[in-house]
């Protein structure tokens, strides 16, 4: 049964998050430009989020749609399986040119859930190639989001994540809170003494968790995480899927904490937001777990698209973007603006928080809001902005222009203010 206010062919998709009993039909976008999406009856919106934090070039920059429109011509997709190619190749070498450390060996996919879902499995086959038996689960931080597939939706917050519903499905795993205070790093390092032999790998996202609820933390605590898991002889998986590629004003997180995880996963930003592709690194002492005589020690996984040329052409041309113009020094623009744009809400009884690192800002409310209300309240300022649970918050294109930047305060001051009870 369609709803009256699905639009001709629209009723045959499943939206994303959406309640499609009740929830209002969808924008049509027909065009993007810099930081704006152009709807099809004219209406332009100044992007507050950058297309789930994607777009960290913008939409449609030259340089990238140049090197994908040329990699179209030779050689769109090809199988990974036996066959390899100079995008992934290079691709693959520029990362680990990149990443701290010894982060040397690139396992690509087409997600960000899938990164993780790869990381969880190097981590468990690691132990089971080592000969060691029963170290199946993963200590996971509270009020983290890791993805929507079953091993990602595990290692979720499990009492008030989007994924709770699925408690009796997913398989079990360790929570604990991340080691804010003296307890709670004494409480960490208990529970990973009582539970290392039946954990794999602990997990992190580092500085920010995000889809969480824009919870930060300071570069100490992904510090102590590192140093403990370390010390208990776990291997320590960082999901940079959102906060790679400056996003937190370094290009990753992870340099912050001066630490070095044994996996790393990334995503949404490598392309530029171009196109879907997520890659899982790992160190040498990881990858030389799978080396073996036997094959059934290989790593086990291989999606149909991974490593697409288009997606490695774009990811390129992104990590030339980044490599010859100013990004993070961009990245330090935005968070000054956004710090000084959102600190007179501070003083508004509604307002539990304000949160500032890098090119993410967010507001929180001390009681959820009407979010379909709040939607409906931004673009009827020209601005697209999309709250969830009780907070409000822009992660924009880190080349976002001064104007539209100012313009995205200005609607989220008036939009929060007026959100009070």
Known sequence: MTSPNDRSQGHHLWRPYTQMKSAAPPLEAVRTHGSRIVLADGRELIDGIASWWTAAHGYNHPH?????????????????????????ERLAARLAALLPGDLDHVFFTDSGSVAVEVALKMAVQMWINRGVSGRTRILSFREGYHGDTLGA?????????????????????????????????????????????????????????????????????????ARLAACHGLPLIADEIFTGFGRTGTLFAC??????????????????????????????????SFLSD??????????????????????????????GEPRLGQAATIAAALADGLAPLRDLPHVADIRVLGAIGAVQFRAPPDLADLKHRFLARGTWVRPFGDIVYLTPALTIGADDLGHLLDAMRAVVAETAP
Do not use: W
């Open 64 to 88: 990238i749609r140049a090197a994908v429109a040329a990699q179209l011509e030779a050689m769109p997709h090809v199988m990974f399986g036996g066959l390899t190619h100079a995008p992934a």
């Open 255 to 288: 340099e912050q904490a001066g630490i070095v995880p044994d996996i790393l996963c990334l995503s949404k930003a490598l392309t530029g937001g171009t196109m879907a592709l997520a890659a899982t690194v790992a160190t040498g002492a990881v990858f030389e």
């Open 153 to 225: 939706m595990s290692v979720c917050d499990p009492d008030e994540g989007m994924h709770r519903r699925f408690g009796a499905y997913l398989p079990a795993q360790v929570f604990c809170d991340l080691p804010r205070t003296a307890a709670q790093v004494a409480a960490l390092d208990a529970t990973l003494a009582a539970e290392r032999a039946t954990l794999a790998a602990v997990i992190v996202e580092p500085l920010v968790q995000g889809a969480g609820g824009m919870r930060m933390h300071p570069p100490e605590v992904l510090a102590t995480v």
């Open 294 to 323: 036997d094959p059934a020690a290989a790593l086990m996984h291989g999606p149909t698209f991974m490593a697409n040329p288009l997606a490695c052409a774009a990811a390129n041309a992104s990590l030339d973007l980044f490599e």
